[in-house]
């Protein structure tokens, strides 16, 4: 199987911060990579699939970056919603794998 | 509007059996793969099972191969997860969601989970 490693696994800032996080494929995974955003009790959400592409209807501080087996999430200016954990997913296998996941937290 | 509704989660002792269901709305649910993801208490997503829109494909995690079977029910928009042989490691919220397009894919969108706790 893949392995996903994420980092960091928690981040402390503060609203209007620019903060990235990072997902690294133990194998190259050709873009095959999805961001999620995750709330207390709720279900995860798309943010970003294919490594840059956006969801419709997320906001344009969320970007994507990456290629081979290294992988961003960038979030331009944190606001106070965006205070959540977030996974990374390769689907470049059918035996999908997910980052451990980055708890953002306020500072 | 795409919808995913689970049901069939609960409190179940060690080594019992229990059947989740995901009711699909809001779209032509027999052209789309449909997936089982959990979610232990505190910790990560797990991806379980996966199965194509015609059931002619499906996939399993090392972790619950030969315990679980996933299947569904076009004419009745249902996904379904039977679990046997269940242990404490099961216990997780276990969410359905769907491949949006030819998998592997992505996931989107996300049933709101069950909760399945195994415990004596």
């Known amino acids: 199987d893949i392995q996903m490693t994420q980092s960091p696994s928690s981040l402390s800032a503060s609203v209007g911060d620019r903060v990235t996080i990072t997902c690294r494929a133990s194998q190259g995974i050709s873009n095959s990579l999805a961001w999620y955003q995750q709330k207390p009790g709720k279900a995860p959400k798309l943010l970003l699939y294919a490594a840059s592409r956006l969801e419709s209807g997320v906001p344009s501080r969320f970007s994507g970056s990456g290629s081979g087996t290294d992988y961003t999430l960038t979030i331009s200016s944190l606001q106070p919603e965006d205070f959540a954990t977030y996974y990374c997913?390769?689907?470049?296998?059918?035996?999908?794998?997910f980052g451990q996941g980055t708890k953002l937290e306020i500072k | 509007e795409v919808q995913l509704v689970e049901s069939g989660g609960g409190l179940v002792k060690p080594g019992g059996s229990l059947r989740l269901s995901c009711a699909a709305s809001g779209f032509t649910f027999s052209s789309y793969s449909m997936n089982w993801v959990r979610q232990a208490p505190g910790k990560g997503l797990e991806w379980v099972s996966s199965i194509s829109s015609s059931s002619s494909y499906i996939y399993y995690a090392d972790s619950v191969k030969g315990r679980f079977t996933i299947s569904r029910d076009n004419a009745k928009n249902s996904l379904y997860l039977q679990m046997n042989s269940l242990r404490a490691e099961d216990t997780a919220v276990y969410y359905c969601?769907?491949?949006?397009?030819?998998?592997?894919?992505?996931?989107?969108?996300w049933g709101q989970g069950t909760l399945v706790t195994v415990s004596s």
């Open positions: 997913q390769q689907y470049y296998s059918t035996t999908y794998t």
């Open positions: 969601a769907r491949d949006p397009g030819l998998p592997p894919d992505w996931f989107d969108p």
